[in-house]
């Protein structure tokens, strides 16, 4: 079996590669989403202390 | 607990008769939905045929979906859901008594006009009463399923599309089985089988779904 | 006795103690899908002979079949976990129901597009109401209608409860839909040409399929971790641990 073969796969290739494509789009969505998640969260938190530092060196 | 039940589905009954014309609402969209469809695919009785079951069951299951917001929503409003929830009765018999009280006043006239949409329709006469027998025993389904839909989303602003989201999955076995059984009966072929489903469905819901709605307005109550 | 296991419990199901440790258990989840996925893809691609029926088109089963599964599976754990919040009150098993939904979602999706994807070669069509499609849709719609009601509360707390009781009412009807669809399906025959599920399989196809499934669980179990991980700095970000640790990056 060669590469052109194999790609072609026997006429469904359209069928099956979208298939494994969106497989491998939905897994990296999966694994980017909570990553950016993760630094609005960690940007979010930090935020929040440095505005209490704030208000709190005012009181 | 048989005194509240009787006394809370009085109340919910009485309440409902002062403000007539509303009660008279989700009845006049259940035929108007019904109406439409002639209008829109084609009126020959052929086509009405085919159409039939699934048109008439979805108008209704419709038809109840818009009326659930008054299951607990004025109670909710004005507080009286709270009170409710504080008297000594068991929760899950006062949900069923105003269930009960949702069926008669929304469940109950839709299957009492069912034989009028059956001949819109031109269902022939034992299919009719086959329609008849699957509404009776699958819109209290739905005000079942409902109350747990409502007691959810009664305290969400707009929560009138996230309740049919929530809802209307939960509805699809009865939606089969009923059209199906009216479908069937057209052909004259025996419908026990899926009245029996829907009585075994209606017997399910009647024992969990109260409980359900009792938990989820525990949860509503809370915040 | 009951008392000590009530204590350990609450102990190991703190959100503090579980970022620890996640932290350690994430790697080994992850670097074990990955070995195992990969695996299943050289056997599932290269070593699995065509079918004598389908040709090389079976070859979306290796993805549609196990994402089928752990979209019901998924379904299950957030259902489950989220009774255990419901009932002992613990934290950290209604963030895991509600980080379990966005992938059981995405796992239900992705079995919804590669099915349509082996239909049309199949069927010449690309959506036909097959009983396991329309399941699966209907599925999907479950995992909607459980996020929509997370994200439309406001307080956690009883976003959490409410949601939690709406995937345990879905998991109670979940085989009668499945059942009223089967049953429906059967009577609209006809439309389906073929069935997913043979009875035999041959086992060159048998085994990549559930390495695939294998190692799409193991991915599910270190996003899940990750995900409970992101749920537990965020609904704790005004307590003192999570001070302390965003301090400390």
Do not use: C
Request: proline share 5%.
């Amino acid at each position: 079996m060669n590469w052109s073969e194999f790609f072609n796969m026997g006429g469904y290739a359209f069928y099956v590669w979208t298939s494994y494509g969106l497989m491998l789009l939905l897994l990296v969505a999966n694994i980017v989403s909570p990553m950016w998640q993760r630094k609005k969260i960690i940007a979010r938190i930090k935020r929040a202390i440095k505005r209490e530092a704030i208000v709190g060196a005012k009181t | 607990m048989l005194k509240a039940y009787y006394y809370l589905l009085m109340r919910d009954l009485r309440l409902a008769f002062r403000s007539r014309h509303e009660l008279a609402n989700p009845l006049i969209f259940f035929v108007l939905v019904v109406t439409l469809f002639p209008l829109a695919v084609s009126p020959t009785t052929e086509a009405l045929r085919t159409m039939a079951p699934g048109v008439i069951w979805v108008s209704a299951l419709l038809a109840v979906l818009l009326s659930l917001d008054r299951l607990f929503k004025q109670d909710f409003e004005d507080g009286s859901l709270d009170q409710l929830m504080l008297s000594p009765n068991p929760l899950v018999v006062l949900v069923l008594a105003k269930v009960t009280a949702h069926w008669f006043l929304t469940g109950l006239p839709l299957v009492l006009i069912a034989p009028l949409l059956g001949l819109f329709m031109a269902l022939p006469d034992e299919s009719v009463e086959v329609l008849v027998y699957s509404l009776l025993l699958g819109t209290p389904v739905l005000s079942l399923i409902g109350a747990i839909g409502v007691s959810l989303t009664v305290a969400v602003n707009r929560g009138g599309v996230l309740l049919s989201l929530i809802v209307l999955p939960l509805y699809i076995p009865v939606l089969i089985f009923g059209a199906n059984a009216v479908d069937v009966a057209m052909d004259g072929l025996p419908v026990r089988g899926q009245l029996f489903f829907l009585a075994a469905v209606l017997a399910l819901a009647l024992s969990l779904a109260p409980l359900a709605t009792a938990v989820a307005l525990r949860i509503t109550a809370s915040r | 006795m009951f008392k000590a296991i009530w204590r350990w419990i609450q102990r190991f199901s703190s959100p503090k103690y579980f970022y620890e440790m996640s932290a350690r258990l994430i790697p080994w989840f992850a670097v074990s899908a990955l070995i195992i996925g990969v695996y299943g893809l050289y056997l599932g691609l290269f070593k699995a002979p065509p079918d004598y029926q389908q040709g090389e088109s079976y070859r979306i089963i290796f993805i549609h079949v196990p994402a089928a599964w752990m979209s019901l599976f998924v379904y299950m754990v957030m259902a489950i976990s989220a009774g255990i919040g419901i009932i002992w009150q613990i934290r950290l098993a209604d963030m895991v129901a509600a980080a379990s939904a966005p992938i059981g979602a995405s796992f239900a999706f992705l079995a919804l597009v590669t099915g349509s994807l082996w239909g049309k070669p199949m069927w010449g069509t690309y959506w036909v109401w097959d009983a396991r499609l329309t399941s699966e849709l209907i599925l999907l719609f479950l995992y909607f209608g459980y996020m929509a009601l997370q994200s439309a509360i406001e307080d956690q707390r009883s976003a959490d409860r409410a949601s939690g009781l709406l995937a345990i009412v879905g998991v109670v009807n979940i085989p009668i839909i499945h059942y009223s669809v089967e049953w429906w399906n059967t009577l609209h025959q006809g439309a389906t040409v073929a069935k997913f599920d043979k009875p035999s399989m041959h086992i060159d196809m048998l085994i990549p399929l559930l390495l695939m499934a294998l190692a799409f669980k193991l991915f599910y179990f270190a996003m899940v971790l990750v995900r409970t991980r992101n749920e537990a700095l965020y609904r704790d970000r005004n307590r003192r641990w999570v001070r302390e640790l965003i301090t400390g990056l």
